[in-house]
């Protein structure tokens, strides 16, 4: 099966070659924290606000500072929020300061005059030059007289990018790139990486330097360099290239052993009595693999998250064992 690289598939096997093999080959299940969660129901009330027939439902809870101000905006995020299991205080406290943190920057991309045209979570498919990329933008604004392109996407994260990931950062390669060949007129692209839980009228927004052609061509080559490599990953692949053989990254990004996280058992407790975090795949656990009628693979979850009525109709399901990541599993023994 051809692989359709994305930022975060590219690099997941440059971090770990056992949390991708595990991951993208295996398709073993993946924690979700509350973090991910709330980064969704924000990113679908951006969407949903970002659209020119929804101007006055904005207006209204900017206005007000509240989300809750427009009942479309509260139906929508109570509906995601109870689809996910974020509807605690804590939770619905954080979303609703994210949300009004982000719509308060430029939210419609009018610093620079309306744009010529704007787009949110706008899909892309590109293949060709011997690789094939996906994703999508969260925002995008096109202005066609100064051919500008502006770039956003909402980051939900604790941390802002430090080091590597601030200097030469895979997403805001995938992002002009994908641009480059869906608007090739728009020659000055910019991204923009907002972190909602940071003031994005101060440090909060991070503005990455223009991308030369030369560098993006160069990008090019390495996507048809590691398109080849995921296509043939194996076993072998998987055991080359532990997170844990890494050390710890001295730039200030999150990588290398940091990744493993420092948890010795599944469950052990930090000073403050919360469950210190590790590796999703960093130890054992017995997990549904479910398929459809025709043996093909569905989807799969934690046994403690499975419900028969995940099966599709005449498809099949197994409980299977996971033993944990072998580096870890060595270090046990």
Known sequence: MEV?????RIKTAQSCSWIYWTKYKQKLPDTNNDGARRGTVCHNVFEFLSK???KTQFNK??????P???????????SDATELGVTDEDNMTMIKEMILNGLSC????????VPDEAHAELDFEIEQNGYHIRGFIDQLFLYKDKKIAIIRDYKTSKKMFEGKEKEDNLQDYMYCLAVKHLFPEYVNRTSEFLFLKFDLNKNGLMK???????DLEGFELQLASVQNYLENFNENDAVANFAADKGFPSDGSFGGKLQCGFAK?????????????HCPYKF??????????DGEFVSSCFQEDFNIEMVPEEGSHEIKYYEGCPKHLTNRN
């Not at 809870?61 to 509240?66: E, F, M, N, P, R």
């Not at 809750?68 to 109570?78: N, P, Q, R």
């Open 208 to 214: 990455m330097e223009p991308i030369e052609e030369d």
């Open 284 to 293: 054992d656990f017995f997990y549904a693999e479910i398929k459809d009628k």
């Open 4 to 8: 359709k690289l994305s930022a975060s």
């Open 106 to 113: 430029n939210f419609h991309g009018e610093d620079l005059g």
């Open 265 to 277: 058992e599944k469950g052990q407790l930090k000073k403050d009595g919360t469950v210190m975090w």
């Open 61 to 66: 809870v900017v206005k007000a500072k509240d």
């Open 68 to 78: 809750f101000a427009s009942k479309a905006v509260k139906d929508l995020i109570m």
């Open 52 to 54: 020119q027939k929804t």
